[in-house]
């Protein structure tokens, strides 16, 4: 989408934007934002609209050399003593906060905070599973396959969002639309393809 805008708007710039606390939500409430993209969260204040654009994959992932890449299936008292890298935004908003509980937390605001902390072994973390493919592929990271639902993928929904009621200018609705049309998808480890689940 981002290709075709710049194709389409050689002469418009595009400000893009990672909160600093990961609060999608708030900066397009606050008119920091026109759009935002983010994971689904369970609830949206009446000022919000929202448009989902696919589903994602979340995985729990570990450094090759971490002790817990050995377990074939590890149990919920398995990771509880082991160190928890956790996205700041949604570590209690996410249905397994829950029960993906550890003794020690660290948190950050940024996902490739966390997988760097996981790639120095320091502990485990659930990522996005597309931004560590390549860390998948080549065995520097071990998705682990918790005891409790080894044969199940964690998928998110990913949403647009923008405030309600809102009328953009041209350029920005041509955007707001190509976004809406936009599916974000990918292909988890059975092979099975979000877009057809």
């Given at each position: 989408v981002l290709t075709r805008f710049a194709d389409k708007f050689p002469f418009?710039?595009?400000?893009?934007?990672?909160?600093?606390?990961?609060?999608?939500?708030?900066?397009?409430?606050?008119?920091?934002?026109?759009?935002?993209?983010?994971?689904?969260?369970?609830?949206?204040?009446?000022?919000?609209?929202?448009?989902?654009?696919?589903?994602?994959?979340?995985?729990?992932v570990v450094h090759r050399d971490?002790?817990?890449?050995?377990?074939?299936?590890?149990?919920?008292?398995?990771?509880?003593?082991?160190?928890?890298?956790a996205y700041a935004s949604y570590s209690r908003a996410l249905p397994t906060s829950?029960?993906?509980?550890?003794?020690?937390?660290?948190?950050?605001?940024?996902?490739?905070?966390?997988?760097?902390?996981?790639?120095?072994g320091v502990g485990w973390a659930t990522v996005p599973r597309q931004l560590i493919l390549g860390e998948i592929s080549t065995g520097e990271l071990v998705e682990l396959q918790l005891g409790a639902y080894p044969f199940t993928d964690w998928e998110v929904n990913v949403d647009l969002i923008w405030r309600r009621g809102r009328r953009f200018p041209p350029v920005e609705e041509w955007l707001r639309l190509q976004l809406c049309r936009h599916r974000i998808h990918e292909v988890g480890r059975d092979g099975q393809d979000t877009t057809r689940l």
């Open positions: 418009v710039d595009l400000s893009i934007r990672n909160p600093a606390n990961g609060d999608v939500r708030s900066s397009v409430l606050n008119d920091e934002a026109l759009l935002g993209i983010a994971f689904a969260l369970p609830d949206y204040p009446e000022d919000l609209a929202f448009r989902q654009l696919g589903r994602l994959f979340m995985t729990h971490h002790p817990l890449a050995t377990l074939r299936n590890p149990s919920f008292d398995d990771i509880r003593d082991v160190r928890h890298l829950e029960y993906l509980q550890s003794t020690q937390t660290w948190h950050s605001d940024s996902y490739q905070a966390l997988i760097e902390l996981v790639k120095s």
